[in-house]
């Protein structure tokens, strides 16, 4: 008898902690890389940006279901001051994670950090040029005031809220505050960065209710490594699978693909500095010494005639399905080597032999990669070295890892490269104008990595800031494409579509563009 | 006269010196390299006023009023936030985190080095052995470790998952086979031994029908406790390559990431634990020299005819 009862609190034992276990067990997820930061002041990547949607709450954001801009935290709205203000109206019960409750006075210190010059933000630079300052007017009602009159003025309020409670009201935010580490959000998870890792747990409020009591974010490794790992049920999801491991996902009966609209697009770079790119002739000739099908088909294992290739040319700085993109701009899938040279010979080079001089000297092109596109197209900067070399030119190839990316490349601090092979990624919003507006004080070309610099391409830059209605912006942004096809700053590539692979245990899991968890509530996961 | 002082005198210093050298050495050595070291971190174009974050971290006064500044903190068990690897987390707490696996790891690799310590001393371990030890030890730690970590990986070892317990487990045993950590510690003591038993006092020993070990014993002390503090500085250093490849999150793994980051705070005070850990071992070398130079009577060092 005593041995049955002994048997039977052993089988309860281990059913209660599998059931423990399974329900304990967080939903895991592979990321490109670790987050840099878990303060959005401070947001440098992509992965920053996914990260800072599931702790945070923005004042405004377009839904990804209906692609209406919306608001979890405001009730209502209305124009204040002729058009340079709006009044918000917050709502009443939404509560910190710590569980202090949201307010006017949390709002109108995020402006006010973003204002202050002592924050050494590059967002909170942009934003000087939006925001004049705010009032909270009661504990629920903030007035935002603009520096103009904007045509949509929420859209400009796609930003953050931080609690002001965590900074003591101290809007002068510094990079290595304890927030960074253990933020304080309004968002439908609570995060702590780890080494390895970042921990969300969910965190109810009154306008989220995430089922799925933990996740974890882990740093991605070899793509065969997060694929295997997916496949044995390692981790639940893997962010960006790159192409050639696709078909791997997709023949899984328990894991299924899914569409990760980035907006993104390939380029490479052109230092128009170097005595032998300064002439736009000799861009357009490297422009068309370029075979982007066989680009495409080496790298991406693209066929040449594919349907629904994951994978299509660009002629300018936008996907083909932006309202951007002017159709008029043709690509150029193949290369054409003849009217190439007879543009070299013109911009002054000489063929001596097989390889193409300036001043008497061979041209020998360095050639970088940002190192983490190479897991979704293999090789690229060795084909287009191939290509180039094929072509006459002599050519370096390098490497370029996150941290030199960002240090180096994305401050125009890389001028010692010729050509840069790289990915901008977009949300609904493509403002192109920090790649291409000349760099100056004011924070103008932040991410422009040559220094390109076109009177012409900033006075229509200048059109699209100024423009109140979408036309205009079209417009604006139409003859902005055919320019920098003629000009070259950049030799476009293709947009290359970004897909995500979850297991079959995780439903519900509407994909947001470009901030991917903005719709985070509705995703179930069952262990 | 005998100058047997000397020599602990000089651990005594070095022991102190270190944990002040070191990260005086690294924080020297930050701003040989080109730019300077606030732009590092984070360039101008990253973030806006750079000047003012330069004087925030003591930047911006050389690398004495950096050094200076930090130091008087440490003392007062601040040693700043981490400006890169996990920006806004207190170092202090990182390397709390990060000691207790640096140390199990050195634990476990010096339990199986102490084993086979004791086992050269009492002869119970067959010479035939240290062959073995001596083949096994010319594997690098890099290429042990990388072969546990394949093992880990691909459910060799364990369900797959990867339990630190297991990852510990094993690291402690890269580190205490690989780079012939092993093969010179038995080998080392087993010399030991083997020259002091031909000493006359022992010999005479063993003709009055007593016991060796009782008898070197004491003698050897100094000499034992010398190849230990050795042992644990090769173990303290190789627990860096361990710690990486096995992804335990000790304290080498914590320099290694710092240093890839160009967390220059977190990658003195990881240097500073490391240094204190070092003189530690120097200074219980320097300890038991003395209490042997004090207490035990050394025997005349005449080998026997």
Not at chain 1, 216 to 223: M, R, V
Not at chain 1, 365 to 377: H, M, N, P, R
Not at chain 2, 77 to 104: K, Q, Y
Request: neutral net charge.
């Amino acid at each position: 008898m005593r041995r049955r009862a002994r048997h039977l609190f052993f089988a309860m034992a281990v059913a209660g902690s599998a059931l423990l276990c399974a329900q304990t067990r967080p939903m895991s997820f592979y990321e490109e890389t670790l987050p840099s930061t878990l303060n959005p002041l401070f947001a440098r990547s992509m992965v920053d940006s996914r990260v800072h949607e599931m702790i945070f709450d923005r004042l405004y954001f377009h839904s990804p279901i209906t692609n209406e801009l919306t608001s979890r935290l405001v009730e209502s709205w209305a124009v204040a001051e002729g058009g340079k203000a709006v009044r918000l109206t917050l709502k009443k019960g939404v509560k910190w994670h710590d569980g202090a409750p949201f307010g006017a006075d949390d709002v109108c210190f995020t402006i006010d950090a973003l204002l202050n010059p002592d924050t050494p933000s590059v967002l909170g630079e942009k934003q000087r040029a939006i925001f004049r300052g705010c009032k909270s007017e009661s504990k629920n009602v903030a007035l935002v005031q603009f520096t103009k009159i904007f045509h949509n003025p929420l859209e400009r309020l796609a930003i953050y809220v931080l609690p002001v409670h965590s900074f003591n009201g101290n809007t002068a935010i510094q990079p290595d505050h304890e927030f960074a580490a253990h933020p304080q959000g309004t968002g439908p998870a609570k995060g702590a960065r780890g080494r390895r890792g970042v921990t969300f747990n969910s965190a109810p409020n009154l306008h989220h209710k995430l089922s799925i009591p933990t996740m974890s974010l882990q740093e991605g490794s070899d793509p065969l490594v997060q694929v295997r790992t997916l496949q044995n049920d390692g981790v639940q999801g893997i962010i960006a699978v790159p192409p050639g491991y696709r078909a791997d996902v997709a023949a899984s009966d328990n894991l299924a693909l899914k569409s990760y609209d980035l907006r993104s697009w390939w380029f490479v770079a052109v230092n128009q500095n170097k005595v032998y790119l300064k002439d736009k002739r000799s861009r357009q000739a490297l422009d068309m010494l370029l075979n982007r099908t066989e680009l495409r088909e080496f790298t991406i294992g693209v066929k040449p005639n594919e349907q629904n290739s994951p994978c299509e040319f660009i002629s300018g700085p936008f996907v083909q399905s932006s309202p951007y993109y002017n159709r008029s701009v043709p690509v150029r899938p193949v290369s054409d080597r003849d009217t190439a040279e007879t543009l070299l010979l013109e911009a002054g080079f000489e063929q001596v032999g097989s390889r193409w001089h300036q001043n008497g000297e061979p041209v020998t092109l360095k050639i970088g990669i940002k190192a983490s596109l190479d897991l979704e197209a293999p090789d690229l900067l060795s084909y287009i070295g191939n290509q180039l070399e094929a072509a006459g030119f002599g050519r370096q190839e390098y490497k370029i890892g996150i941290d030199d990316w960002n240090r180096l490349v994305l401050t125009g601090n890389a001028q010692d490269y010729d050509l840069l092979v790289g990915k901008w990624s977009f949300g609904l919003v493509e403002d192109v104008n920090p790649l291409f507006h000349t760099r100056d004080k004011q924070g103008g070309g932040a991410r422009n990595i040559f220094g390109f610099s076109n009177p012409e391409v900033d006075a229509l830059l200048q059109d699209f800031e100024k423009a109140r209605l979408d036309t205009q912006a079209q417009d604006a942004y139409h003859k902005l494409h055919e320019k920098l096809a003629e000009e070259l700053p950049y030799l476009f590539l293709w947009k290359l579509d970004t897909k995500s692979a979850w297991r079959s245990n995780v439903r519900g899991n509407t994909i947001s563009p470009f901030y991917y968890w903005t719709e985070l509530d509705s995703w179930k996961y069952k262990p | 006269m005998s100058l047997w002082w000397v020599r602990t005198l000089v651990r005594l210093v070095v022991a102190l010196l270190l944990p002040l050298s070191v990260p005086c050495i690294i924080v020297y050595l930050i701003w040989a390299l080109p730019g300077d070291p606030a732009s590092i971190i984070c360039p101008p174009e990253l973030c806006p006023n750079t000047d003012a974050l330069a004087a925030r971290w003591n930047l911006d006064q050389g690398p004495w009023h950096f050094f200076a500044s930090w130091m008087e903190a440490a003392m007062a068990g601040d040693f700043g936030r981490s400006w890169r690897l996990e920006p806004g987390a207190m170092v202090a707490e990182r390397v709390a985190e990060s000691i207790v696996p640096t140390l199990l790891l050195v634990a476990g690799a010096g339990l199986l080095n102490a084993i086979g310590a004791l086992g050269a001393l009492t002869g119970m371990l067959p010479r035939r052995l240290h062959v073995v030890f001596q083949w096994v030890g010319l594997v690098p730690s890099l290429v042990m470790a990388l072969s546990a970590s394949a093992a880990i990986t691909l459910g060799w070892i364990g369900d797959g998952t990867g339990a630190l317990g297991l990852r510990l487990m094993l690291g402690a045993l890269v580190l205490g086979l690989s780079d012939a950590a092993l093969y010179s510690t038995v080998n080392g003591v087993h010399g030991l031994v083997q020259s002091e038993r031909k000493q006359r006092y022992a010999q005479i020993a063993v003709l009055r029908g007593e016991g060796v070990l009782s008898n070197v014993l004491p003698n050897m002390l100094p000499a034992l406790a010398g190849q230990l503090r050795a042992r644990v500085v090769h173990l303290l250093s190789g627990a860096v390559v361990v710690e990486v490849v096995l992804e335990i999150d000790g304290l080498g793994d914590l320099l290694w990431r710092g240093a890839l980051q160009q967390d220059f705070v977190v990658v003195v005070a990881t240097a500073f634990f490391f240094s204190l850990m070092s003189a530690g071992v120097l200074l219980a070398q320097a300890l038991v020299e003395l209490v042997c130079a004090l207490l035990v009577r050394r025997a005349p060092q005449v080998e026997a005819a």
